[in-house]
């Protein structure tokens, strides 16, 4: 959330929002197979964020969608 004070006599004021973010999270451990080797890379990338399509929502009711977002 961002903070301002509202100043009617500085043009650079802000106005505080919530915004919440809607998008898709794959756990790549999750997926079965016999190979270590497949087992060790797919743990060792789960924990780099894949960007994917995103719905945003701000308190201000705006939706926007994003193609790729992180």
Known sequence: MLYGE???NNQFTQDPYRQFYL???VDLTK???TS???KTLFSTINFIKI???T?????RGDFKFHLLHF
């Open 6 to 8: 509202s100043n009617p």
């Open 23 to 25: 998008s898709l999270d």
């Open 51 to 53: 960007p994917a399509p």
């Open 36 to 38: 270590k080797f497949l």
């Open 31 to 33: 997926i079965k197979t």
């Open 55 to 59: 719905l945003e929502y701000t308190s």
